[in-house]
């Protein structure tokens, strides 16, 4: 058990639906990424806050946005959905960014159909 | 960017085997993570290794930063070993994200 917890475990959902995913990051870890997983792309970076401040994006959607909370929880959110977003969506903490080691969640299985 | 690549794609092997999984980069980098993914889709962290050798049980692993390669090594394999690693890293130049390579999957038959 890496600390980091993510909610749901499995989400299946309409193509033009919206959904938000949700992750814990361990105690006292400041810094949340995330990060998709798909079979044609493999697993990719896509957006990374620091104690409530977006700090990096990556292949990040436009139709996706994320925002971290005063308690350092974090929330996915994905609108308008198509068949290609399905995915797993992983979050993982550091204690703060830099070249600290990163702790990956269970992840979140999406189904898009 | 940094490109990450593992060898080999996939390795089948008997209980009891052991093997080694490489990971080159192609930039200097400041931290170097393995992970297992099994079956349920789990990532688990192996090692955070950005240079030297670390040792766990029956899985080791060495990073030559400056030869721009990492090795994982796994002894006596076991059925619960089977699934995918990955070796992802973070470049020195940029951002703090973990960019991943494509995975050495590896089977274990008993």
């Known amino acids: 058990d890496s600390g980091v917890t993510q909610t749901p475990k499995h989400l299946i959902t309409a193509t033009g639906q919206r959904v938000t995913l949700r992750c814990s990051p361990r105690?006292?870890?400041?810094?949340v990424y995330w990060y998709q997983q798909s079979l044609d792309q493999g697993l990719q970076f896509l957006i990374q806050?620091?104690?409530?401040?977006?700090?990096a994006k990556g292949n990040i959607l436009e139709r996706f946005s994320a925002q971290q909370f005063p308690d350092l929880h974090s929330e996915l959110n994905l609108s308008s959905l198509e068949l290609g977003d399905s995915a797993l969506y992983f979050c993982?903490?550091?204690?703060?960014?830099?070249?600290?080691?990163?702790?990956f969640g269970p992840g979140t299985r999406l189904t898009v159909t | 960017g940094i490109q990450v690549e593992q060898s080999p794609p996939d390795l089948i092997l008997q209980e009891g085997a052991n093997s080694t999984l490489r990971c080159n980069f192609s930039?200097?980098?400041?931290?170097l993570q393995w992970f297992h993914q099994n079956p349920w889709g789990q990532l688990i962290n192996l090692f955070y290794?950005?240079?030297g050798t670390k040792q766990n049980g029956r899985l080791s692993a060495t990073t030559v930063a400056t030869e721009r390669y990492s090795l994982l090594y796994i002894s006596s394999s076991q059925t619960t070993d089977s699934g995918v690693y990955f070796c992802a890293v973070r470049s020195n130049f940029g951002n703090e994200k973990l960019t991943f390579g494509t995975g050495t999957r590896l089977t274990i038959i008993p």
């Open positions: 930039d200097s980098v400041n931290n």
């Open positions: 806050y620091y104690n409530g401040e977006e700090r």
């Open positions: 993982a903490s550091s204690v703060v960014p830099g070249t600290y080691e990163q702790y």
């Open positions: 105690s006292g870890d400041l810094s």
């Open positions: 290794i950005p240079s």
